[in-house]
């Protein structure tokens, strides 16, 4: 597939109580690997599967959340596009300068209808998996918890979410993969992509701006799933619902929640998306079969719980 503008979710920021505690189960529980940590007090985590630095940062703060999301662009010429872009489209847009996020380049932030702040970069610096890229092994030695192979996606909730859905197909080139429609058929949820992947991104409306439902992590194996779910009842770590499938996206999933109360998700499974195909509709009467496709019912935890 030949990517262009937009490749890739590259990280998440995210806030935590207590960043010992929150060191500790990203890195002994999920199995995230700790690469950095800045002088602000930032931690910077990647998967064992990711080739750049990092992919998530905790910020140790008053109240659990997220900052913000930010995704790779294929070069850096797509900066300037994309900030002449967004800010003809209407939104408040910043350089943050190469070396505010430790080993990564220059950004373009920038806000959106939903409450929620994003940001696009291009340059990141190269760590590894461990393997090397001639005749490498298929996995590396000494991983931990839940051995998760990438950051994969968020899912925000957020006011006015169709408008960031509309900023993310007509400024920054993504498709509708799925949507939910309320009872009136307007979308409620929307599943995009930038890829071929099912979902790099989901938005959800809800009552109050630049909320986080949960970070996700993707594993490659139903046993690996069910793994990981070992590992939370080993450790106590408090398990929201799963493991169970999703008719939505057909990922095989289990969710829980970090020390501080952030949501995750460790899941398998999707489809490859391509552009010709048209987007898949839940309607309003099948939303539980559309989220947990197995008992088919609402959890109202699952659906209310955000930071």
Not at 120 to 137: F, I, M, Q, S, V
Request: proline share 5%; glycine share 10%; hydrophobic share 35%.
């Amino acid at each position: 597939m030949s990517f262009t503008g937009v490749m890739r979710p590259g990280h998440a920021a995210i806030r935590v109580l207590d960043m010992a505690e929150a060191v500790e189960y990203y890195v002994e529980r999920v199995g995230l690997i700790k690469t950095d940590e800045d002088k602000q007090g930032r931690v910077y985590l990647k998967g064992w599967d990711e080739l750049d630095c990092f992919s998530l940062v905790l910020r140790e703060a008053d109240s659990p959340g997220i900052d913000f999301m930010g995704f790779k662009v294929c070069k850096e010429s797509d900066l300037d596009d994309f900030e002449a872009k967004l800010k003809e489209y209407g939104q408040n847009v910043e350089r943050m300068p190469a070396g505010e996020l430790i080993k990564c380049g220059e950004r373009v932030r920038f806000d959106s209808p939903s409450g929620h702040t994003f940001e696009l970069y291009a340059e990141k610096e190269y760590l590894g998996d461990g393997l090397g890229r001639l005749n490498p092994n298929p996995w590396p030695e000494g991983l931990k918890g839940m051995q998760v192979h990438r950051f994969d996606h968020c899912l925000l909730y957020g006011s006015n979410a169709i408008g960031t859905v509309n900023l993310f197909r007509d400024v920054l080139g993504f498709d509708l993969t799925e949507q939910v429609l309320n009872p009136e058929g307007e979308i409620a949820a929307a599943f995009l992509s930038c890829s071929n992947k099912a979902h790099d991104i989901a938005i959800l409306e809800h009552p109050e701006p630049g909320k986080l439902h949960h970070v996700s992590f993707m594993l490659m194996t139903w046993e690996e799933v069910l793994r990981a779910a070992d590992i939370m009842s080993m450790h106590d770590i408090a398990i929201d619902i799963g493991p169970t499938r999703h008719g939505i996206t057909r990922g095989q999933t289990i969710y829980f929640f970090d020390p501080s109360g952030n949501r995750n998700e460790v899941f398998c499974g999707d489809y490859t998306w391509y552009p010709d195909r048209e987007p898949i509709t839940w309607q309003p009467e099948e939303l539980g079969k559309a989220i947990f496709y197995h008992d088919r019912k609402l959890n109202e935890n699952f659906l209310g719980v955000v930071t």
